[in-house]
């Protein structure tokens, strides 16, 4: 019997790997296509790497902030070099293809037989092979995104969130990486809505953006991304254990997650060893769901809100000093440092806003 048996080889079910690995359980990686590259554009607060931050393909020093007006914000920023955090969390961890089909908690039926071990994480993704949501996601975050190569673009540093832009109901934003001189990436995102723009809604207003910039060049690759914001905790008695997406770590507000399972990585590996009880506890220590809750509160204010009211949201956000904004950015703040933050923004905020934070408050 495995010490651990992990269904999913995206960065969730690797790193998880990876740490097992190195702490000597037997571990073994099950995944439909497992030598496929990861897809997905994947950056983050540098600070959130831990030892993985060669890993990058990416570095900005501070990165920008248009709500309208601009704020530089002083953190350092990354793009993740997908191929070469791949290589490293695969190192010495095994991995097969196959396709779970289902589970009692210790024993795997596959597409290629059973295979038994004492923890089983399901780290497939949002949707979850063995692990369910029991309700439906607070909205989705949509993206659409190109990556150009370009004579010239006028991006010096990484643009977090740029709101300037068409006058429509419905916010999006401009994220922006540039990739040297003449390549760089644009994504049209919205941030968190119940009903999620199409890809075609986004494109247009992407291609708007870059008509009025003067921006034009080859398409060198093409990103769209749709998942859940605020996806409900999954049950944590239940025999399988969910780690990433799969166990709704995403940041409710963001829908950032490559760092936080990094992280957590060892502290759930080191639970492995007593049990699925523990290790679903290790997954969402009791701070960390307290935590969560304040996040989910401050996500369900931004999905109401319009354009302008998204402006003076994250204006009066993103004046905070550096630590405080932080803090609610962190997926895993103290709560008391994250409460702490939100009074602050409370104290900021414009008289609009500071209703509504109220009326969510107390409902």
Not at 105 to 131: C, K, N, P, Q, S
Not at 154 to 179: C, E, I, Q
Not at 297 to 318: H, N
Request: charged share 20%.
């Amino acid at each position: 019997m495995l010490d651990l048996l992990i269904l999913g080889a995206g960065p969730a079910g690797l790193g998880l790997a990876h740490a097992a690995t190195r702490l000597g359980l037997d571990v073994q990686v099950l995944d439909p296509a497992p030598a496929t590259p990861w897809p997905a554009t994947y950056a983050c607060w540098l600070d959130e790497l831990g030892e993985h931050k060669d890993c990058t393909a990416r570095r900005w020093a501070s990165v920008e902030v248009h709500a309208p007006s601009l704020r530089v914000l002083e953190r350092p920023y990354a793009l993740l070099d997908n191929e070469r955090l791949q290589a490293r969390l695969s190192e010495g961890v095994e991995v097969h293809q196959a396709r779970a089909i289902s589970s009692d908690g210790t024993r795997v039926e596959t597409d290629r037989g059973a295979i038994e071990a004492r923890v089983v994480v399901d780290a497939t993704g949002h949707a979850g092979t063995l692990v369910k949501s029991p309700a439906p996601p607070l909205g989705w975050q949509t993206a659409y995104g190109v990556l150009l190569e370009v004579e010239r673009h006028p991006f010096d540093r990484a643009v977090l969130m740029d709101l300037r832009g068409p006058n429509v109901r419905s916010p999006t934003f401009l994220y922006v990486l540039p990739h040297g001189p003449n390549r760089v990436f644009l994504e049209e995102t919205s941030l968190v809505s119940s009903r999620a723009p199409l890809f075609e809604t986004l494109r247009d207003r992407l291609d708007v953006r870059l008509e009025r910039m003067g921006l034009s060049g080859r398409v060198l690759e093409v990103e769209r991304c749709l998942f859940p914001m605020g996806t409900p905790l999954p049950s944590l008695d239940q025999p399988v254990v969910g780690f990433g997406a799969a166990a709704g770590m995403g940041h409710p507000a963001t829908g950032y997650s490559v760092g936080r399972v990094l992280n957590a990585a060892e502290r759930v590996a080191r639970a492995v060893r007593e049990g699925a009880p523990a290790t679903w506890r290790a997954v969402w220590p009791a701070g960390a769901q307290r935590a969560r809750s304040l996040q989910l509160y401050g996500a369900g204010i931004v999905e109401k809100l319009d354009l302008e009211q998204t402006r003076s949201f994250f204006d009066a956000f993103f004046a905070l000093p550096v630590p405080a904004w932080k803090a609610y950015l962190d997926a895993e703040c103290g709560t008391r440092a994250l409460a702490s933050s939100m009074l602050r923004f409370f104290a900021k905020a414009d008289g609009q806003t500071r209703g509504r934070l109220v009326i969510g408050a107390l409902t």
